[in-house]
């Protein structure tokens, strides 16, 4: 069983920065693919980001540049760092593990980002 416990969000203004993370229960966090996702009121949700247990990582094109993810293996945590935040960036932003024990996906719970002034 995997356990996903995001935290790390808030209000902020256009153009500052936030960091998210996320906690990973269980084991053999370092293998897992994690990605971020998000969901804006009234809108599906989207994948933001990913990254490999070799940390390699992907962006969607509209954070290219502005955030960053990152793991610590051995503190089972992935991070999100935000940068240059806009409006649009508004949502609820969740951990995700596309493929863990047993091959199931889990999910957590979100954290809400508002970026507003």
């Known amino acids: 069983q995997v356990q996903l416990v995001e935290s790390g969000g808030g209000l902020v203004q256009p153009g500052g920065s936030l960091t998210l993370s996320c906690a990973v229960s269980?084991?053999?966090?370092?293998?897992?693919?994690m990605d971020w996702y998000r969901q804006a009121a009234g809108k599906e949700r989207e994948w933001v980001v990913g990254?490999?247990?070799?940390?390699?990582?992907t962006y969607a094109d509209s954070v290219k540049g502005r955030f960053t993810i990152s793991r610590d293996n051995a503190k089972n945590t992935v991070y999100l760092q935000m940068n240059n935040l806009k409006s649009e960036d508004t949502a609820v932003y969740f951990c995700?593990?596309?493929?863990?024990?047993?091959?199931?996906?889990?999910w957590g719970k979100g954290t809400l980002v508002t970026v507003s002034s």
């Open positions: 995700h593990v596309p493929r863990g024990p047993g091959g199931m996906e889990y």
């Open positions: 990254i490999t247990g070799g940390s390699r990582t």
């Open positions: 269980g084991s053999f966090f370092s293998i897992y693919v």
